[in-house]
């Protein structure tokens, strides 16, 4: 069993979005998924409860319960991917969530001022010497040069993931209970998905 984490201090990351999204891709891979929703705004709980198939469990974990919880799901069998949306303010509760990781992703959006904001998420990261990568998220499809000064910025501080663009698709399959790749499999928004959980599930299998 693998655990990733979306991990951001800064608010309108897009972390539950991607979550969502994220998980859809990795069951329609052959992973049996768990999420958890550690954001006391439960944007991915809600999420959950709108979806009418019930391929991916979700629970709910009290922040200082999920290392307990983690230790009884690794002996379940049935159970092969978690993942994890934590709260935008750190503390043990979200440090509980990461020591746990085997990768964690850090949603950035690209402008100066989310590029300095994802600072703190990432020493403290560091300081817990977990693996991370970077995703730059809700990219504007027309501005490329800005997406490109973006990406070289955060390949200073990591490894970045593929992008990902800001498309309609991810706004209507997060207000239907569904994730991109069910709501328009051929999009553009579905490929940057499959793209982000296939790099993202070779990141998880790197060893530590």
């Not at 922040?63 to 799901?73: D, F, G, S």
């Not at 501005?143 to 309609?168: F, H, K, N, S």
Request: hydrophobic fraction near 45%; proline fraction near 5%; aromatic fraction near 4%.
């Amino acid at each position: 069993m693998r655990i990733l984490t979306l991990a951001s201090q800064k608010g309108g990351s897009g972390k539950s979005t991607l979550c969502g999204s994220l998980a859809v891709a990795a069951r329609q891979a052959g992973e049996r998924v768990v999420v958890v929703d550690l954001d006391p705004q439960g944007s991915l709980a809600e999420w959950g409860r709108q979806r009418e198939t019930k391929d991916i469990v979700f629970r709910e974990v009290e922040p200082a319960a999920l290392v307990r919880w983690v230790a009884e799901t690794r002996k379940v069998a049935a159970v092969s991917l978690v993942v994890i949306d934590t709260a935008g303010t750190f503390g043990p509760e979200v440090d509980a969530a990461l020591k746990q990781s085997d990768f964690i992703l850090v949603p950035v959006r690209p402008s100066a001022l989310d590029l300095r904001a994802a600072r703190p998420t990432v020493e403290r990261i560091e300081a817990l010497k977990r693996r991370f990568g970077f995703v730059l998220n809700a990219t504007n499809p027309v501005t490329q040069g800005r997406t490109a000064d973006a990406l070289a910025a955060l390949e200073a501080g990591g490894i970045v993931a593929p992008p990902v663009a800001d498309r309609t698709d991810f706004r209507d399959a997060a207000a239907s209970g569904l994730g991109v790749t069910e709501i328009n499999p051929a999009g553009k928004a579905a490929a940057e998905i499959i793209a982000l959980w296939e790099w993202t599930k070779a990141q998880m299998e790197i060893a530590p």
